[in-house]
């Protein structure tokens, strides 16, 4: 009998009651009156930023309003004309670095946790955390109340064999003597653009 085996037969010898597992179907995740309000209100308390795009603005001015000394701007969107690394094109993702700002698109925000989809829909998808500062375009009609309804909306691409990832804020730490770090491991802030 191997290690783990003789260990987790000790466990079972030792359970005094068994327990059937609960039905998972009928669990409710929260709910809030004004999702978008909440979501908003939790991106600040993980240390993003949301800025609302009143109809016909060009979002390309407010990056530029945003991060006025950014050089090296990423992005595949066609809506961002300033960018001038696209993700699809580059070499390698080892290009991308020295991006000021990568401009990326979300599906879906969640309320509970300011979370944002984001399927890769680029070649290189270190565009996500190799970036310095991050910007998210988001439609305000898309936030869900909790993480319940989330996962049922996600959808992967295909063509990038079915990647994407939640992204809640700037990278951030408390680790090493309990004092916070932004941008620990990716971008330094993060911005969502709430769209129309």
Partial sequence: MSKKEDILSKYRANIKERYDMPDLTDIKGITYPDPLAQFISM????????????????INEIIKELYPDAKEIASNLPEVTIATRNPDTIGSPQALNGTDVGVIKGVFGVAENACVWVPQTMVEKAVCFI??????????????????EAYKRIRFDEKYDGYGTFISGPSKTADIAQVLVMGAQAARSATILLLP
């Fill in 43 to 58: 991106t600040e308390m993980v240390g993003g930023k949301v800025v609302t795009v009143e109809p016909g603005k060009d």
């Fill in 131 to 148: 970036s310095e500062n991050l910007v998210i375009l988001l439609k305000k009609s898309e936030i869900v109340n909790n993480m319940h």
